[in-house]
């Protein structure tokens, strides 16, 4: 593959010694800069990208051992190895040059066979200190990636595709000099048909772009050392075995010289043309960090699953508490609703109006002990049946028990018909005493059942429901009510008649 042409830089205030250099060193296939002193070195290392500097020692002004303390005491340049030229004589400017950092030594008159041997082996050494420190700073970069994913985690809100992206952005090139990341990724996800999409991804003008697009190809690439690490470099691309994706991806105007690639049935990534050639550890690599993501979608599905099951039952089981009920229709789903907006009024989390909107619908669980004799009975309830009901709020509490994730519907269940003012049931408990999800479920049940037609008493509109609770009409009084609930569902009492209509029967 196409190496890129190494930088010298050559820094002396003769032109006989720069021009002498430079016929030497430009037939062997570098590049030459010069600079006359130290001062336009220094602008010249700042601007370029340097891999050698070949520096004289007697320079005015800034000589070379100065400079060469200079470069190497600066954290971005110390890596760029230094030659100094000496007088052949001069043992006391090397010992100088040693403790000024310089890695080598050339003296005048040069001797082409050792100028040319020094700079090769110096940049070979230089290439590969800068493969080790390119490593390292992929592994920093991949890691603080993989521990921010793993920080941010919500099993609840995992999007698959938002990962992918991440990793893509992480991974791919950004600017033309990111020589050692690739240029495009491609990645393949299987979709409900059976079938694979496809995901071309690239960086233009500072964003990352995703384009989808259809390709049916069957991927049969051949097997490296390691069978979980593939990775393929021109020589092997170019060939027979790659003509079939090679083409595919020519159609679409992408060119393929190496490769890295992660494959599994559940996603295949694809990390195309490394400005370098590509090796096993480019692969491990990318194969570390997707398989973390589909371990993570994995869990995240997992934990989605059980939350749905944990959702289900506690729909099955509010169901099963209005067995021996009138018919309430939509009542328990409601409640949730109006029990949700009410608690985002008063600036509760959002996690407290999604728990409140589930486990509010459990409320009157305890009414499957109450005969349906009572729970229908046209007439006026004797005393003895009135204190059969009023169990119902217990019996729930019982029934929902002391498990931690029930927490909140148990409050609920003993505290719903509990009233500001004292005088609710059961414990006739007051004010701040009722935890705020039963006043809050108080009110969203009280509107509820003004809205339909119960044993007692006929179905009213939402104006009249709306008055009863504001302004009370013997039985229901705005005492009964928490202030700050109350004023919460004033303002709110038009999405309550919202989410009466829709969810009327
Ligand atoms: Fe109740
Ligand atoms: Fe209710």
């Known amino acids: 593959m196409q190496q890129v042409r190494h930088r010298i830089l050559c820094v002396d205030d003769e032109v006989k010694n720069l021009k002498l250099l430079e016929a030497l060193l430009v037939p062997e296939g570098y590049e030459m800069i010069e600079a006359k002193d130290g001062k336009e070195a220094l602008s010249k290392i700042r601007k370029d990208r340097i891999d050698l ?11 070379g051992f100065e400079l060469c303390k200079e470069i190497k005491g600066n954290k971005k340049y110390r890596n760029i190895p230094v030659v100094m030229i000496t007088a052949l004589t001069a043992k006391a400017d090397r010992i100088k040059g040693i403790e000024a950092g310089a ?17 090769k082996m110096l940049l070979r050494v230089k290439d590969l200190n800068d493969k080790l420190n390119s490593s390292y700073n992929n592994i920093n970069r991949l890691t603080d990636f993989g521990e921010d994913i793993i920080k941010t985690f919500n099993p609840l809100e995992f999007d698959f595709m938002s990962k992918i992206d991440g990793i893509v952005g992480q991974l791919i090139r950004q600017t033309s000099d990111m020589t050692d990341r690739p240029e495009t990724v491609l990645v393949r996800i299987p979709n409900e048909k059976q079938n694979y999409e496809w995901y071309r991804y690239e960086f233009i003008f500072d964003k990352l772009d995703r384009l989808k697009f259809e ?37 679409y105007n992408i060119s393929a010289k190496n490769m890295v690639c992660y494959m599994s049935n559940n996603l295949s990534v694809f990390a195309l043309n490394y400005g370098r050639d590509v090796t096993s550890y480019d692969a491990a690599v990318l194969n570390n960090i997707v398989m973390q993501t589909l371990f993570l979608r994995s869990l995240s599905s997992q934990v989605k699953e059980t939350e749905n099951a944990f959702e289900y039952m506690v729909h099955a089981l509010a169901r099963a508490s209005e067995a021996n009920d009138e018919d309430t229709g939509n009542h328990i789903l409601r409640i949730g609703f109006y029990s949700a907006v009410i608690a985002k009024k008063l600036g509760m989390n959002d996690g407290f109006a999604e728990t409140i909107k589930l486990q509010s619908q459990m409320h009157d669980v305890g009414k499957i002990h109450t005969p349906a004799e009572i729970l229908k009975k046209p007439g006026k309830l004797t005393n003895e049946e009135w204190k059969i009901m009023k169990m119902h709020t217990e019996r729930g509490g019982a029934i929902l028990g002391s ?3 029930l927490k909140t519907a148990k409050a609920i269940a003993l505290t719903h018909h509990e009233r500001w003012d004292g005088s609710g049931y059961p414990r006739g408990l007051s004010g701040e005493q009722i935890p705020i999800e039963g006043r809050i479920i108080s009110i969203a049940d009280q509107y ?27 039985r229901t009084i705005p005492a009964h009510f928490d202030p700050r609930v109350l004023t919460a569902y004033k303002e709110l009492s038009g999405r309550f008649e919202e989410i009466y209509e829709k969810l009327k029967n």
């Open 53 to 63: 500097i070949l520096l004289d020692v007697m320079m005015p002004e800034m000589d």
């Open 103 to 119: 890695e080598e030594f050339l003296s005048k008159p040069f001797d082409q066979g050792e100028v040319i041997a020094r700079v």
């Open 215 to 251: 390709m049916n190809i069957l991927l049969k690439l051949p097997k490296a050392d390691d069978s979980r690490l593939l990775f393929y470099n021109e020589a092997v691309m170019s060939g027979p075995m790659f003509e079939a994706f090679t083409g595919k991806l020519r159609a």
């Open 403 to 405: 498990h931690i994730r």
């Open 448 to 474: 509820d059942a003004l809205r339909n037609a119960r044993v007692y008493k006929p179905a009213f509109d939402h104006d009249k429901a709306h008055r009863i609770i504001e302004e009370g009409d013997g």
